[in-house]
């Protein structure tokens, strides 16, 4: 029987092993020699599509973003906001396991910094102060990544530990909780977000003299 054909190898080929690898085994199992391993070559030959395992990170933000349905010109700045923390949450949430790798570096990637520019673009639109624009957006992007991040309700041995373990009075809702709790926490929270900021803006044109039109 003769040999297997060898695997093509591309950028996207690469990219895409990589975060399948993160997704199953987690951000620390993530280098190139072990992306090779996954595509049946060696390491070395993967340099000639990519610079080492920062590109590999810096690849799989893309992918990511890739994968956002990413709109904004969609009616008022707050249903443009909403909508992009819905599918920032969904692309993450996706791959949760990937969020350590890239919580922590300087952003590179053109397609997350060209989402940035558009998201500024459309909140000055609307009439936000410059000065403003990146806390706004990484505040909605804190909200979402903790979203993504915070633990889900307790199991059933959870409950019953606590159980044994003579829990205070009170935590009903806590122990009573179902994954339904998780999008109820999550729709709660942008809401208070997206009616701070409008308030916020609101007040802004106000003492600019203008009109408020979400």
Known sequence: MGRPPRRL???ETIIRAGLDLVD???AEALSVNRVATALGVKGPSLYTYITGRDDLVEGIRELIVAEMRLDFAIGSWTATLEAWAHSYRDAFAAHPRALPLLAVRTIQSPAALGAYAAAFA???GAGWPEDRLL???WAVEYFVIGSVLAPGPPTDHDTATADRDDPPSGLEPL?????EQRELAFEAGLAALVRGFS?????HRARLGGVESL
């Open 199 to 203: 308030a916020e803006l609101a007040e």
């Open 122 to 124: 459309r909140l000055r």
């Open 9 to 11: 190898l591309d950028r």
């Open 175 to 179: 122990l009573r909780s179902g994954p």
């Open 24 to 26: 199953e085994h987690g």
């Open 135 to 137: 806390p706004l957006v």
